[in-house]
């Protein structure tokens, strides 16, 4: 067990629809990170955030939104999917951001898989 | 971030050690080398890091030449429950014009088989 929890752990809706995946990271890390993995594209980078405020941003489409509240759980919230978006969805989280040059281990969640349908 | 390339796949038999390549001819002096274990549909499992020589935990060891363009993930005496993909990845913290973070780059893995 990472201690990094994620809900649901399935998800199926409709074409269309706005859903909201939910990630609780360790005891302490203030960073958090996404990551969407699909069949062909294999585990890409979304975004992260650090203590509450947008750090760095991958490949993330802008029908996907995601914060970071004061308690330090996260949300990826995914509107007018679209059959492309069923994938696999991890949150991951470390201690905090850190530069270039040091040891910085993601520990990641048990994910949530998207279904649209 | 340093790409990294290394075996797609690779067969070994339970009880056996195993040895997985990874090149990365382009890695920054400061960066440091880290594996992943995935088994399907569940989340990345850190395994191991290291920057230079060797890194040993419970569950493996991590090999790293002098000039540091290649790393070994050794897994010994390797069960079937070792049947997974394997990530080799190299740094994580990034800069793109206002965009800087930290980011795990993962390629296509090495997809472990260990047969009975």
């Known amino acids: 067990d990472s201690g990094v929890t994620q809900t649901p752990k399935h998800l199926i809706t409709a074409t269309g629809q706005r859903v909201t995946l939910r990630c609780s990271p360790r005891?302490?890390?203030?960073?958090v990170y996404w990551y969407q993995q699909s069949l062909d594209q294999g585990l890409q980078f979304l975004i992260q955030?650090?203590?509450?405020?947008?750090?760095a941003k991958g490949n993330i489409l802008e029908r996907f939104s995601a914060q970071q509240f004061p308690d330090l759980h996260s949300e990826l919230n995914l509107s007018s999917l679209e059959l492309g978006d069923s994938a696999l969805y991890f949150c991951?989280?470390?201690?905090?951001?850190?530069?270039?040059?040091?040891?910085?281990?993601?520990?990641f969640g048990a994910g949530t898989r998207l279904s649209v349908l | 971030l340093a790409k990294t390339t290394q075996p797609i796949s690779m067969d070994s038999y339970e009880g056996q050690e195993v040895n997985i390549t990874c090149s990365h001819n382009?890695?920054?002096?400061?960066?440091?080398i880290t594996w992943y274990q995935q088994f399907p549909s569940q989340g990345p499992r850190f395994i191991i890091q290291?920057?230079?020589t060797k890194v040993t935990n419970e569950v493996a060891s991590l090999f790293i030449p002098a000039d540091r363009k290649s790393s070994t993930l050794s897994l010994p005496r390797v069960s079937l429950s070792d049947t997974a993909v394997y990530y080799c990845?190299?740094?994580?913290?990034?800069?793109?014009?206002?965009?800087?973070?930290?980011?795990?780059?993962f390629g296509g893995g090495t997809r472990l088989m260990v047969k009975p």
């Open positions: 991951a989280s470390s201690p905090r951001t850190r530069g270039q040059g040091s040891k910085n281990i993601q520990y």
């Open positions: 005891s302490g890390d203030l960073s």
């Open positions: 955030y650090y203590n509450g405020e947008e750090r």
């Open positions: 382009n890695i920054a002096t400061n960066d440091y």
């Open positions: 290291g920057y230079k």
């Open positions: 990845l190299v740094g994580d913290y990034f800069t793109m014009n206002n965009n800087a973070g930290n980011m795990l780059t």
